[in-house]
C-alpha cells in the first residue's frame, strides 16, 4: 500500500524553478520510502524532510 505522505513530495505540477529545489528531495523521499520497512521513525524521518522541503521551495520563492 503505498504511504500517503509521498503525494506531498510530488513536483511535476511545479514551475522548473520550484522543480530545481523540490525534485531532489522528493526522490530522497521516494528513495527512503522504498528502502526502508513502514515504522514509526520512518515516518517522522518523511514528515521532517518534507517540512524541509516546504521551507526550501518557500525559500526560492524570495
Not at 526522490?27 to 524541509?52: F, H, I, N, T, V
Not at 522541503?53 to 524570495?62: E, I, P, Q
Amino acid at each position: 500500500m503505498p504511504n500517503p505522505i509521498m503525494k506531498f513530495f510530488e513536483y511535476s505540477h511545479l514551475p522548473n524553478y520550484l522543480q530545481e529545489v523540490s525534485r531532489p528531495i522528493g526522490d530522497l523521499a521516494r528513495s527512503m520510502d522504498e528502502q526502508l520497512d513502514d515504522s514509526p521513525e520512518k515516518l517522522a524521518g518523511l514528515r521532517k524532510l518534507l517540512e524541509a522541503k516546504d521551507c526550501l521551495v518557500r525559500a526560492k520563492l524570495g
